[in-house]
């Protein structure tokens, strides 16, 4: 692979300092070499001069593959929402889910988002979508207990079996995604559990994610979801939980004690009105590590991690009457080093260190929204001023995607066109 090398931007490292520099990058065989005054050449030069360096951004809980379905159930109650989309999902074609993925992809090398989180089914369909877009997908598929799926077969079965065609891939990370305690029985849960520790895998699934979804749950087992999850032994340090907005200081402490990590998805229960604020400072209080997530197409209608990062920073904010909570380091600490910690990865992914996967963007510091951008403002700026539309260049695995705003792995026009027209006979299936 080639070398590349970023000269004289503000670099934001997110290390253990959360030093912010100026210099330059130098990427050697998918890894960051050296960060500071790098002297010499490389293959590639990019002139980062007034620009913003930082880590890609980890998006830790999405459906890539429903972009196509994007704008279908808007503006209407949570349980028509779902029978729209559930109806439409039914319909889907393989072809649906490769260019619904393309898109997503797209979507993400131009807001900046290197790695993510999918949960889903056909997950070997999006991965060869993910593979030609060059992205990091941690990709989980959906697992229930198979009186409610429309899958063929088992899925468990299904997700074993995706594991093992697709392990070792460099950018495709298999996972396991089960879909929530609605669905899945305790035998589900723990059978799931057994195979991600035997393997390795992330445990990704919904939780408490609507009121209902808790009061239906103490209803018929007489616990809260998370207290369930904790009494049947299933959190682990391995677990990734979106949503988690509905929780007791009792269900915190309990995902705490079990070393379990969040993903926050705050522009997708706002716009579902599902009610609720996810307990952010109870959890950094009690040590839980909180990532952050845009959820899908249907439910976000955008996979822009920058606006979710302002949105959570103002929600809590605002919710709580305080302006101390949810500060800016903090959120793209979210982001980026929780986001890599929460797939097990913060080894590799998260900040700009030597010996780290090579994840970088640039954003443009020459548009005015950045602007002043000066020592002390930076950080701030990247989590209240920036957009996604600042991107300039995104480089995953030392790959660079998307150079000067050109996307290079994908044939942008081709895709937005077979996608228009793929979104329309889907509606008319359904």
Same mark, same amino acid.
């Given at each position: 692979?080639?070398?590349?090398?970023?000269?004289?931007?503000?670099?934001?490292?997110?290390?253990?300092?959360?030093?912010?520099?100026?210099?330059?990058?130098?990427?050697? =065989?998918?890894?960051?070499?050296?960060?500071?005054?790098?002297?010499?050449?490389? =293959?590639?030069?990019?002139?980062?001069?007034?620009?913003?360096?930082?880590?890609?951004?980890?998006?830790?809980?999405?459906?890539?593959?429903?972009?196509?379905?994007?704008?279908?159930?808007?503006?209407?109650?949570?349980?028509?929402?779902?029978?729209?989309?559930?109806?439409?999902?039914?319909?889907?074609?393989?072809?649906?889910?490769?260019?619904?993925?393309?898109?997503?992809?797209?979507?993400?090398?131009?807001?900046?988002?290197?790695?993510?989180?999918?949960?889903?089914?056909?997950?070997?369909?999006?991965?060869?979508?993910?593979?030609?877009?060059?992205?990091?997908?941690?990709?989980?598929?959906?697992?229930?207990?198979?009186?409610?799926?429309?899958?063929?077969?088992?899925?468990?079965?299904?997700?074993?079996?995706?594991?093992?065609?697709?392990?070792?891939?460099?950018?495709?990370?298999?996972?396991?995604? !089960?879909?929530?305690?609605?669905? %899945?029985?305790?035998?589900?849960?723990?059978?799931?559990?057994?195979?991600?520790?035997?393997?390795?895998?992330? !445990?990704?699934?919904?939780?408490?994610?609507?009121?209902?979804?808790?009061?239906?749950?103490?209803?018929?087992?007489?616990?809260?979801?998370?207290?369930?999850?904790?009494?049947?032994?299933?959190?682990?340090?391995?677990?990734?939980?979106?949503?988690?907005?509905?929780?007791?200081? #009792?269900?915190?402490?309990?995902?705490?004690?079990?070393?379990?990590?969040?993903?926050?998805?705050?522009?997708? #229960?706002?716009?579902?009105?599902?009610?609720?604020?996810?307990?952010?400072?109870?959890?950094?209080?009690?040590?839980?590590?909180?990532?952050?997530?845009?959820?899908?197409?249907?439910?976000?209608?955008?996979?822009?991690?920058?606006?979710?990062?302002?949105?959570?920073?103002?929600?809590?904010? %605002?919710?709580?009457?305080?302006?101390?909570?949810?500060?800016?380091?903090?959120?793209?600490?979210?982001?980026?080093?929780?986001?890599?910690?929460?797939?097990?990865?913060?080894?590799?992914?998260?900040?700009?260190?030597?010996?780290?996967?090579?994840?970088?963007?640039?954003?443009?510091?020459?548009?005015?929204?950045?602007?002043?951008?000066?020592?002390?403002?930076?950080?701030?700026?990247?989590?209240?001023?920036? #957009?996604?539309?600042?991107?300039?260049?995104?480089?995953?695995?030392?790959?660079?995607?998307?150079?000067?705003?050109?996307? !290079?792995?994908?044939?942008?026009?081709?895709?937005?066109?077979?996608?228009?027209?793929?979104?329309?006979?889907?509606?008319?299936?359904?």
């Amino acid at each position: 692979m080639k070398t590349v090398l970023i000269k004289g931007g503000t670099v934001v490292t997110q290390n253990a300092k959360r030093e912010v520099l100026q210099g330059d990058v130098l990427i050697e =065989d998918g890894r960051i070499a050296q960060v500071g005054k790098v002297r010499g050449s490389a =293959d590639e030069v990019i002139d980062a001069a007034g620009d913003v360096v930082m880590p890609g951004l980890v998006n830790a809980h999405t459906h890539v593959a429903m972009t196509l379905m994007k704008g279908i159930a808007d503006d209407m109650p949570f349980g028509d929402f779902l029978d729209r989309v559930f109806a439409a999902d039914a319909h889907r074609e393989e072809r649906d889910l490769e260019l619904g993925t393309k898109l997503g992809c797209l979507e993400m090398i131009r807001s900046g988002t290197t790695t993510f989180v999918d949960m889903y089914y056909s997950e070997d369909v999006i991965a060869k979508a993910v593979e030609q877009a060059g992205l990091r997908g941690v990709l989980c598929w959906a697992v229930l207990d198979q009186r409610f799926t429309t899958q063929k077969g088992v899925p468990l079965d299904n997700c074993k079996r995706f594991f093992h065609s697709h392990r070792g891939r460099e950018k495709v990370i298999p996972g396991i995604g !089960l879909q929530g305690v609605y669905v %899945c029985s305790e035998e589900t849960f723990m059978a799931s559990r057994e195979f991600a520790l035997e393997k390795g895998l992330l !445990l990704h699934f919904h939780l408490s994610e609507t009121r209902k979804e808790v009061y239906d749950h103490k209803a018929s087992t007489g616990r809260r979801p998370a207290e369930w999850l904790e009494r049947i032994g299933f959190l682990g340090r391995q677990c990734l939980a979106a949503h988690s907005a509905w929780l007791t200081i #009792n269900e915190v402490r309990a995902l705490a004690r079990a070393g379990a990590s969040i993903a926050s998805c705050p522009v997708s #229960n706002m716009k579902l009105a599902t009610g609720g604020v996810a307990p952010i400072p109870e959890m950094l209080a009690e040590g839980v590590n909180v990532s952050l997530g845009t959820d899908g197409s249907t439910t976000n209608n955008s996979l822009d991690m920058f606006g979710e990062m302002k949105t959570l920073s103002l929600l809590q904010k %605002c919710s709580r009457w305080d302006p101390t909570v949810a500060k800016a380091q903090q959120v793209l600490d979210f982001a980026t080093v929780n986001g890599a910690k929460a797939i097990g990865l913060g080894h590799e992914l998260g900040s700009i260190e030597a010996g780290k996967r090579a994840d970088v963007i640039i954003l443009d510091g020459k548009s005015p929204n950045l602007r002043p951008l000066l020592p002390g403002n930076v950080v701030s700026n990247v989590v209240y001023s920036a #957009n996604a539309g600042n991107v300039r260049t995104s480089i995953c695995g030392g790959q660079v995607l998307m150079r000067d705003r050109q996307v !290079l792995t994908l044939h942008e026009g081709e895709v937005l066109m077979a996608a228009e027209s793929t979104a329309l006979e889907l509606l008319a299936r359904r």
